[in-house]
């Protein structure tokens, strides 16, 4: 069973950035899809990224696409989230989340993270 600790979430002004950070305890098969989430209150968990874990394919959601980039270190096993020109709407918490399959489906994960909040107000 695979562990997953995000961390990296804080309170920032729009226009800004910050970087996630999700540490991964146990072994990810070369074969896993690491996958990033998040959910705003009184909205349903969405997708938001994912990376395989052993190749550099990578799917982002529209709203993220051109703002948000996914990157691993496997010698570290963690995933990070780089978030530029950050809007309010990105508030939510970010969990972080491991499959086997390259979906942005919720269901294709297994492994979630506790997640962490990212504000983003003036």
């Known amino acids: 069973q695979v562990q997953l600790v995000e961390s990296g979430g804080d309170l920032v002004q729009p226009g800004g950035s910050l970087r996630l950070s999700c540490v991964a305890s146990?072994?990810?098969?070369?074969?896993?899809?690491m996958g990033w989430f998040r959910q705003a209150p009184g909205k349903v968990r969405e997708f938001v990224a994912l990376?395989?874990?052993?190749?550099?394919?990578?799917l982002y959601a529209d709203s993220v696409k051109g703002r948000f980039t996914i990157s691993r270190d496997n010698a570290k096993n963690t995933v990070y989230l780089h978030m530029n020109n950050l809007r309010p709407e990105d508030t939510a918490v970010y969990y972080c989340?491991?499959?086997?399959?390259?979906?942005?489906?919720?269901?294709?994960?297994?492994?979630w993270g506790q997640g962490t909040q990212v504000t983003v107000a003036s």
């Open positions: 146990g072994r990810i098969y070369s074969s896993s899809v």
């Open positions: 989340a491991k499959g086997s399959q390259y979906s942005s489906n919720l269901s294709d994960y297994r492994s």
């Open positions: 990376i395989r874990w052993h190749s550099p394919s990578t």
